[in-house]
C-alpha cells in the first residue's frame, strides 16, 4: 500500500484488519488506541481535538464501502457519540457479527480505593455487554492525584473478575489503603471534574495508558449516572485568622509540640516557629480541597524542597526551626486523622530524610522564584521592605540588576 496521504488515510491503513477482531471490546480497544494518537500530541482542549478529528474522518470516509472502513466508522461513532456525523453512520453491508454491540454495555459494579494519607483515589467500575457476542466483562480504572489535581491515568482491561480482586487482595494486605464499593455517580463526578482538568495539560503525565484508553474511558464514564450527588467540587474555604490561631493553640498544646521542643520555644525563637506554622497553613490552602491535617511524604515533600523555596524568603532562624516544625505538625495531623502508626512513622522519616537536600536548596537559592530572589536579596542588603524610602532607594540603584536578572 502506498504511504497514506492524510491522517485519515494512515487511520484506515491502521485498522484495516478490525473486521476479523473476536470482538467488539477488541475493536473499541483498537478505536481508543488508534484515537490516543490524536489526544497526545493535541497541545490544549485534547478531548475536543478527538471529537472534532472523528468528525472530520467520518466527513471525508462517508462513501468508503470497503468492511473495514465502515467497521471503524461504527467503532468510532460509538466510542464518541456526540462528535459531528455520528448518528449518519450505519453498519456496512459486511459488518462483523458483534458490530451490533459496539458501545452496548451496562455497569455492573464501582468501587473505589485509595491510600490513607489522601494523595491519591483510584475509582473501579466494571461493565458488561449487553449481549455476551459484544465480549467479556472488562474493568475502568482512573488515577485521581489529589496534589496536582489531575486525573493522572485511566486503564480499560478484561476480563474485569482478576483485576478487581486483585485490588480486594492488594488493599486486604496493606495498612495504609483503603477499599469501598463507591457511589456511580460520584465516581462520574470526582473522575470526570480532574479528568477535564488533565485534557487541558499541556504535557501529559509520561507513563500509563492515559492517551491510549482516553476514548473508550470517556465513552463508559459517561454511561454512569449524571446525578445531583454529594461532591466537594469547589476549592475549601480558606481558614480564618481566628480558626487558624485556635488551631495552632491547639497543636502547641499537643504532645508533638513537646516532643520537638516547640512548646519551650520562647524569645526571638517565638517568631520564626509562628512563621513557620504560618508557612504549613499557606500551603495546605494551595491544595483545591485544602485540609491542613493532610500531611504524607509526598506533601511533605511539595512543601519542604519545592513551595516553601519558590513562595517564602527564610532567615537562617526559620530554616533551622521549619523542619522541626514540620516533623511536630505532620505528627499532630495523623493523630488527629487517626492514621496507622506506620503512616506516622514513614512521614516523620521521610521528612527528616529530606532535611539535607532543604538545606542545599536553602543555601543555594536555585528554586527561589524571581520575586522571592530580589526580596531575598533586598533583605541581605539590610533593606527594610516595609520602609517605602529605603525600598525605593534600592531599587533605583539596583535597576539594572533587577532588569538583567529576571527580577
Not at 467488539?24 to 488508534?34: H, I, K, N, V
Not at 537536600?357 to 533583605?379: C, I, K
Not at 539596583?398 to 527580577?407: K, M, P, V
Request: with cysteine; hydrophobic share 45%.
Amino acid at each position: 500500500m502506498a504511504t497514506p496521504k492524510t491522517p485519515y488515510d494512515a487511520v484506515l491503513h491502521a485498522a484495516r484488519d478490525v473486521t476479523r477482531l473476536d470482538c467488539a471490546l477488541d475493536a473499541e480497544m483498537l478505536g481508543t488506541a488508534l484515537l490516543g494518537s490524536v489526544y497526545a500530541i493535541a497541545e490544549t482542549d485534547r478531548n475536543t481535538a478527538v471529537r472534532e478529528f472523528v468528525g472530520g474522518f467520518l466527513t471525508v470516509t462517508s462513501r468508503r464501502r470497503t468492511a473495514a472502513a465502515t467497521t471503524i466508522r461504527a467503532v468510532f461513532a460509538a466510542l464518541v457519540p456526540d462528535a459531528e456525523g455520528t448518528a449518519k453512520v450505519r453498519p456496512g453491508a459486511q459488518a462483523p457479527t458483534w458490530s451490533g454491540q459496539l458501545g452496548r454495555v451496562h455497569l455492573t459494579g464501582t468501587w473505589a480505593y485509595g491510600d490513607v494519607y489522601g494523595d491519591q483515589t483510584s475509582y473501579l467500575a466494571t461493565f458488561a455487554y449487553d449481549d455476551d457476542a459484544g465480549g467479556p466483562e472488562h474493568a475502568l480504572v482512573a488515577l485521581v492525584d489529589h496534589n496536582i489535581g489531575i486525573t493522572k491515568d485511566v486503564f480499560v482491561g478484561s476480563p474485569a473478575a482478576p483485576i478487581l480482586e486483585q485490588v480486594r487482595q492488594m488493599c486486604a494486605g496493606d495498612e495504609l489503603t483503603w477499599f469501598r464499593q463507591e457511589d456511580p455517580a460520584r465516581m462520574r463526578a470526582e473522575v470526570g471534574r480532574h479528568l477535564a482538568i488533565t485534557d487541558e495539560l499541556t504535557e501529559l503525565p509520561g507513563e500509563g495508558s492515559l492517551a491510549t484508553d482516553r476514548a473508550l474511558f470517556g465513552a463508559r464514564l459517561a454511561l454512569l449516572p449524571d446525578t445531583d450527588t454529594t461532591v466537594d467540587a469547589g476549592a475549601a474555604e480558606p481558614l480564618s485568622a481566628a480558626e487558624r490561631t485556635e488551631l495552632v493553640r491547639r497543636f502547641l498544646a499537643g504532645p508533638e509540640a513537646a516532643r520537638f521542643g516547640l512548646d519551650a520555644v520562647d524569645g526571638a525563637d517565638q517568631a520564626s516557629l509562628h512563621f513557620c506554622l504560618s508557612l504549613l497553613l499557606d500551603h495546605a490552602a494551595t491544595f483545591p480541597q485544602a485540609d491542613p491535617m493532610r500531611w504524607s511524604p509526598a506533601v511533605a515533600g511539595l512543601f519542604l524542597l519545592d513551595w516553601v523555596h519558590r513562595r517564602a524568603v527564610l532567615d537562617m532562624d526559620d530554616a533551622a526551626m521549619l523542619p522541626r516544625v514540620l516533623r511536630a505538625w505532620a505528627g499532630y495531623a495523623a493523630r488527629q486523622r487517626a492514621l496507622p502508626e506506620r503512616a506516622a512513622t514513614q512521614t516523620d522519616e521521610a521528612i527528616e530524610e529530606m532535611v539535607p537536600e532543604f538545606a542545599r536548596l536553602y543555601s543555594t537559592g536555585e528554586r527561589r522564584s524571581p520575586a522571592t530572589a530580589a526580596v531575598a536579596q533586598l533583605m541581605a542588603d539590610g533593606i527594610d521592605p516595609d520602609d517605602p524610602v529605603a525600598l525605593n532607594a534600592w531599587i533605583e540603584a539596583n535597576r539594572q540588576r533587577l532588569t538583567d536578572e529576571g527580577f
